[in-house]
């Protein structure tokens, strides 16, 4: 992984290699204003989704849930069109708190919606909340189109971190806290996961703990939206696979999800970075081809067993 | 002892248990018995705090060598009641792919929050030589057999070193080679760590052959309770069961013949 951030860093439009880093004043100042945040922003948006991906699934006990299939990326992103039409020079603050609210209140709508559909197999619940993302989702292009929002909305949906500079990305550190809060208070999502009964047993209040690592997930989905775009299947294909070979006691998987997470994110950012060099095919979109085919596989390989 | 006072339970307008007033005492084996729907599992999940109850309360009382504690239920904290009260149901456990020593760790929450001392691992060493599972602590949950999960989760609530352990039909799905095997165990529960062990049984054979007390509810009310010999008897199983039930004694122990 150490590796990949390092080729990260190194691959980009503008030729900078070992030797003018460290004799060109320009070239290092291009790797601090460009290469270094962009590197920082891939780690922490891949930390920050695939532990979204870990709680969500824990949360809910299916397999096929995370941000983006729950509707909550989405709902941030209604936000966040929603605040630049009504208040278009807001600040960054502003509009990461309104995106991180509406993502919570997007993934509570979807978990009410959940407690009101009585047939909940595991394929069930992720579609569930890709119709209500969609239903949102029509919405806020709606708002866009009417208020000539448009491009501003594709260059989110399709996440890239092209544009990601010094000065931009600062607000990701917030995610990299939801990341260690979620590693301190992992054993009780665990409990969590276990059912209500058994939590409560364990003298949990499982109410209260949904909520809390809901509102982590809100928080970690809107702000990543807000300052990268949507991150889609990584919180997937990440965690399910890590489940696979670890099990499901999340305080001992979450280290190996953050790794394997910012692997893969780097991986599908170098991979966009250079198949049409000198420009850039959005890191989402590469992870949108990789996760899709992953969901797919999953969904066959889990078919069998009603709660996956 | 756990003391059930005056508890009522009603789903939507149907009136599903109480008042019922009852006292667990704080050693032995229980046994819940009563025909379907008759409240008995309500009335195990109220007194574990699973439930709310419409009215009544639910108090324990544990007095041993750390001292005396008296505990509301439902309105102490569900914290301290955990250190006091365990209690498991059993329908439709989520197979989370936890390993068996995980689960039972998960035990020693409401002592450690997560943070095990050695206390903690050797009273998740005891339960899991207790229920025969030391050899399959490393194994998934998923991977295991339905009866061999059962013990897993029998495990993780003795871990919990709770006075009062409540189990909600035990031997569901269980065959009858191990369901005599937790009744044996749940009778070592109670006899060498002193526990009180209270259950839900639907076979009225195994609660008269194992518990120190019956405890026989219907229409939400209990209509009998008593030692084996009290209350597995014809008279008052026909009136719990609303079926001719015939009795032998076999082996010492009341028998109840009800097959044809």
Redesign the interface.
Known sequence: MLALVALSLAVGGYDITLETFLHDEKAREMFFISRVPRTLALVLAAAAMGVSGVVMQVLVQNKFVEPTTTGSSQWAALGIVGLAVVHPGAPTIVRMVVASLLALVGTLVFLGVLRRVSLRSSVVVPLVGIMLGSVVGAVTTYLASDNDLLQMLASWRSGGFNDIVRGRYEPLWIVGLVVVAVYVTADRFTIAGLGRDVATNLGLHHGRVVFTGTAMVALATGVTTVVVGFVPFLGLVVPNVVSLLRGDDVRRNLPWVVLASVALMVVCDLVGRTVVFPLEVPASVVLGAVGATAFVVLVLRRKGSLRG | MITVDAVTKAYGDTPVLGPVSEVLADRGITSVIGPNGAGKSTLLTIA???AEPDSGTVHVHVDDAAGAVGLDVHRA???????LV????QE????????VR??VS??R??HS??RLTPTDVAAVDEALGFLDLTALQGR?LDELSGGQRQRAYVA??LA?GTRHVLLDEPLNNLDIRHAVRMMRLLRRVADELGRAVALVVHDVNFAAAWSDRIVAVRDGRVVAQGTPEEVVREDVLREVFDTPVRVHVLDGVPTAVYFR
């Open positions: 574990g705090r699973l904290r569900s914290a301290d009641v955990a250190k365990a209690v498991l149901r439709n456990h989520f197979t989370a792919r936890l390993t995980e689960l998960f035990g929450f409401p929050r997560g998934h993780m609530v919990q």
